[in-house]
């Protein structure tokens, strides 16, 4: 991992989220696909950086990247 991006099964029951806070990977995700911008999610949550923002993506990307495929047949 990146350092901003931790996992602690003490926090979040383990979930990734942003070193010092309580803010999950997914929850700053789901904001972004919601529609905020960067700049108005740092404006909403002040205690976050870009860079704390852009681990966040960076983190999910690799996760991704990891992630196995098994093809299914089609139903017709």
Known sequence: MN???IID???LAGKPVVKGTRM???FILELLS???S???LLQEYPHLS???VLASLK???GALQ???VYPTAKIA
């Open 3 to 5: 350092g901003r991006i």
């Open 9 to 11: 099964p003490e926090i």
């Open 24 to 26: 999950s990977v997914e």
């Open 34 to 36: 919601s529609g905020m």
């Open 38 to 40: 960067i700049e108005e």
């Open 50 to 52: 870009r860079e704390d």
């Open 59 to 61: 983190y999910a990307t």
């Open 66 to 68: 990891h992630e196995e």
